[in-house]
């Protein structure tokens, strides 16, 4: 019993000599691309043009093809008048909470369980989320994420994260949830705390994007990028303040490999199935709650509150504090509720940001109470400070720029 | 022998991206996450084998490189192994990385566990020329091992086959065997199904 780790060694060397042959190998295809891929100079480019291929598939076929070429013209030609025509009593409770504004032209605009509630999950979100999945999948089962780790690695040491932090970061812009648990495979408290803040921060998920992509089709590069901005800065503050090592670890990169049918179609059910399960009451149930809270006056109430804050402050109508109460159920829903306030581009940009700055959604949440309890109460005061400076600083550069 | 008396647990661990869910699932039948990437599985997922008239649970544990927890998916696979010591532990092994996989498969045969060894893979060592000598390898560590493509199901059945045949493995033995000699006959004739020449 207790062999030191030379001991064992020593025996895994004897029995592999005895058991192992190496036969001469050709190089592969995939070898080749295997180590075009991770050198920066080859690698760097190549990265790029995976995201940005990644980035226009997804904007091309959820938000041109799918919602606004057919899902538009059936939700908001077809039924939503309908539905308006249908439902009885245009004045009444039910008709508010089921079909929303009896004047709406848009499904955007209704803001009823069954127009906006359908529209947003099954006319913008489903399709968003299921190419984004498709997508992903590929690049996890060919082996890319690894390599894209290899190549971010001295960039992200920077902010005080190891290269690897890529991969729950990747997996953060499909579901948050996952992404938290797969923190696990960082090293230090440190880190971990570290990335599970950016996570809940900086990292938009799948279903935010896709609501992006229909509500501010022309401004979501600005709000990316006040994202990336916002992910690297705090990053690299959080890094210095915390305590705690970043120590180097090493990326285990393995071959390349065709990725095959059958396991990309089992994950692409599976995600897809836990979004109709999990996600859609929760959009329903959003929507539900919100129109609740605005009957009883609530929402006037805690708008005409925080009004110095958001309008003096973060530069937004007071109204906006409606969506970000629907953003800690569905950060999707409270970006498409964004879009029935009236206000200017900038201030659009802002708000987007704000709902997917502010607090993480309640699934994410509860994941992040699962992992670390204890730093629950860190992370949500860094939360609160980040979102009032990043906030502020949004404004403040709008001012600048002179559009704000 | 009532199946719900003697429901063993199979612990199946390795080294990350080694191919465990694939088999995993191949041997369950369940849904756990596949990818190509090391730390897919960071959490524990189980499942059921029913073999003959045997029944298992299947424990699919988060990769670990050694039982010294680095992180918190290899603390996750330490406290399994800690809270199952009656357990079955199925090691899987890379066959393209026979060396780094059996570190970890020697650390579980010094806590005494049951083992047997599903060496995977297999398609890719073709590919890049490497052969694994499966008999010699049961010989010497005095387990069963199993070659398994999990990707192609290739030597699922037999490694379910084999698994009543897992066994703990005595690290003396091992020396000796290494250095020709052949100490206990018991321990390799017990794994009597393939009568010496390998379970391939």
């Known amino acids: 019993m207790g062999l030191t780790a030379d001991e064992r060694w020593d025996l895994v060397d004897a029995i592999a000599q005895r058991t192992v042959a190496f036969g001469i190998s050709r190089q592969t295809t995939g070898d080749v691309l295997g180590e075009l891929t991770v050198k920066p100079l080859t690698g760097i480019p190549t990265a790029l043009a995976v995201l940005y291929a990644f980035w226009s598939i997804f904007g091309s076929f959820a938000g041109a093809l799918v919602t606004d070429g057919f899902m538009i013209k059936l939700f908001d030609g077809y039924w939503l008048p309908w539905m308006q025509a249908a439902w009885p009593d245009p004045g009444s409770v039910h008709y508010f909470l089921f079909v929303g504004d009896p004047a709406a032209e848009t499904c955007f605009e209704a803001f009823g369980m069954l127009t906006s509630g359908l529209f947003v999950s099954f006319g913008v979100v489903l399709p968003a989320i299921f190419v984004f999945y498709l997508m992903m999948t590929l690049l996890e089962d060919s082996g890319y994420l690894p390599r894209l780790a290899v190549l971010m690695d001295t960039l992200l040491h920077k902010i005080g994260l190891h290269g690897y932090a890529i991969v729950p970061a990747i997996l953060g812009l499909g579901c948050n949830v996952p992404a938290v648990t797969a923190t696990r495979t960082l090293e230090t408290k440190k880190q971990r705390f570290i990335m599970m803040t950016l996570l809940a921060l900086f990292i938009p998920c799948g279903a935010q994007l896709g609501i992006m992509l229909q509500v501010v089709p022309d401004t979501v590069g600005w709000v990316l990028l006040y994202l990336l901005i916002g992910f690297v800065v705090f990053g690299y503050v959080l890094s210095r303040v915390i305590p705690g090592s970043n120590p180097e670890i090493l990326i285990d990169v393995p071959p390349y490999r065709w990725p095959q049918r059958a396991n990309v179609a089992k994950k692409l059910w599976n995600k897809t199935r836990g979004f109709l399960t999990n996600a859609v009451p929760f959009v329903m149930l959003g929507i539900l709650i919100v129109n609740i809270l605005y009957l009883t006056g609530f929402i006037g109430w805690l708008a005409d509150l925080a009004a110095p804050l958001f309008v003096t402050w973060f530069g937004v109508p007071k109204e906006t504090v409606g969506p970000l109460l629907a953003a800690f159920l569905r950060k999707d829903l409270a970006v498409a509720q964004l879009a029935t306030i009236p206000m200017t581009s900038y201030q659009m940009i802002t708000a987007v940001v704000l709902i997917s700055i502010y607090f993480p959604c309640v699934a994410t949440f509860a994941m992040m109470v699962r992992e670390g309890p204890r730093q629950l109460l860190a992370a949500i005061g860094v939360l609160a400070a980040v979102v009032l400076i990043y906030g502020g600083l949004i404004h403040a550069v709008g001012i600048l720029l002179g559009v704000a | ?200």
């Open chain 2, 1 to 200: 022998m009532h199946d719900h008396h003697d429901r063993l647990t199979i612990l199946m661990m390795g080294n990350p991206n080694v191919g465990k869910s694939a088999l995993f699932n191949r041997l369950t039948g369940a849904n756990a996450v596949v990818s190509n990437y090391p730390g897919t599985t960071v959490d524990v997922t189980k499942g059921s084998l029913r073999k003959d008239r045997h029944s298992y649970e299947i424990i699919d544990v988060p990769g670990a490189y050694s039982l010294e927890a680095r992180d918190a998916a290899e603390e996750v696979a330490v406290r399994i192994l800690d809270t199952h010591p009656d357990a079955v532990v199925m090691i899987i092994l890379d066959a393209t990385r026979v060396e780094r996989g059996l570190y970890l498969a020697l650390e579980v045969i010094e806590r005494g566990a049951p083992c047997i060894v599903a060496l995977n893979m297999m398609d890719v060592a073709q590919d890049k020329q490497i052969a694994v000598d499966t008999a010699e390898m049961q010989r010497v560590l005095g387990i069963p091992v199993v070659a398994t493509t999990a990707i192609s199901a290739e030597g699922v059945k037999h490694l379910a086959d084999m698994i009543r045949k897992a066994q703990v493995a005595d690290l003396s033995a091992i020396r000796s065997r290494l250095n020709g000699q052949e100490p206990d006959q018991g321990a390799v004739a017990r794994c009597a199904g393939c009568g010496g020449g390998g379970c391939r």
